[in-house]
């Protein structure tokens, strides 16, 4: 009798993959476009076209853009080979004859000058930025990289349960997506947090995605935004019931906001 054991059945931490976990368990691609559509009609009268996605990783949002309508284009950047050699595989070739539409760039996102009607940096990516200075430099730089006429997205999470560890945990088919706020220190305002995936086979794939942030709050970007040269700012919180202004329906203790900032 062999005494080796089976391989385990369905979805665990070595059969599955990190970045398709992620996509599941985080991103909802079609819900921002309709966000970013809805914003852009409202203050300019027309179809943002042009996508640009700073610190893309699978690109997801991106591909989802090109799709959304004829014509769209999206440049994504992100700095690691890795992440990108997935995007291209998953998300741009699936594209099929459209693949052309998306252009993905290995490299800083300081350093690449694309232009776009919209620029997005998401799932809190320019927390990556620890001092005023930076996020200031990163600023100006999708400033300069945005067309008159465009727009700029970026996002935040805040509230008093945001600044001391815990563990979130949510359920998807097969596995469940678990969000651990890692330690808090006020005075630096630094910010470690961790994604893991648990599997129905009790598995566990830990610390699947690490961050080391800086979390900045929403005075803290818009007084930035202005200095990096953009116009009208406009706040916006995640709700069941989509996207809303109004601050007295915030979740206090715990809150996703989108901030936005115009390029006139
Ligand atoms: C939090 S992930 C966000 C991925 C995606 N934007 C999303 O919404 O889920 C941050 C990404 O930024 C990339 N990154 C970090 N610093 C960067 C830099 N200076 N230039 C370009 N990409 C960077 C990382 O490789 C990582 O893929």
């Known amino acids: 009798m062999s005494t080796r054991r089976k ?24 819900v921002m476009i309709g966000f970013i559509e809805e914003l852009f009609e409202m203050v300019r009268g027309r179809e943002p076209m042009v996508l640009r996605e700073d610190f893309c990783g699978t690109a997801f949002l991106s591909a989802t853009w090109v799709r959304s309508l004829p014509g769209r284009r999206a440049v994504g950047v992100d700095n690691d080979q890795d992440v990108l050699a997935w995007a291209e595989r998953m998300n741009r070739q699936s594209l099929g004859g459209e693949a052309e539409q998306l252009r993905l760039v290995c490299d800083d996102v ?39 006429g465009g727009l700029f997205v970026c996002d935040a999470f805040g509230g008093p349960a ?15 997506y678990q969000w651990e706020q890692v330690s808090y220190d006020p005075i630096t305002g630094n910010i470690r947090c961790a994604i893991h995936f648990k599997f129905r086979n009790g598995g566990v794939m830990k610390n699947a ?16 935004l ?39």
């Open 7 to 30: 391989p385990p059945s369905g979805l665990g931490p070595r059969t599955a993959d990190r970045h398709e976990l992620y996509q599941t368990a985080v991103q909802r691609p079609t």
């Open 110 to 148: 300081m350093a690449v000058d694309a232009p776009a009607d919209v620029g997005v940096s998401l799932n809190f990516s320019h927390w990556v930025y620890h001092e005023r200075k930076q996020l200031l430099a990163y600023l100006k730089h999708a400033h300069a990289c945005i067309e008159p």
């Open 162 to 176: 945001s600044m001391q560890p815990c563990l979130d945990e949510r359920p998807f088919g097969g596995f469940k």
């Open 209 to 224: 995605f690490e961050y080391d942030w800086r979390m900045w709050t929403l005075p803290e970007i818009a007084e930035l």
């Open 226 to 264: 202005t200095e990096a040269g953009f116009g009208e700012i406009g706040v916006y919180f995640e709700s069941e019931d989509g996207f809303i202004a109004d601050i007295e329906e915030v979740e206090y203790e715990a809150w996703v906001a989108y901030v936005v900032a115009l390029r006139d």
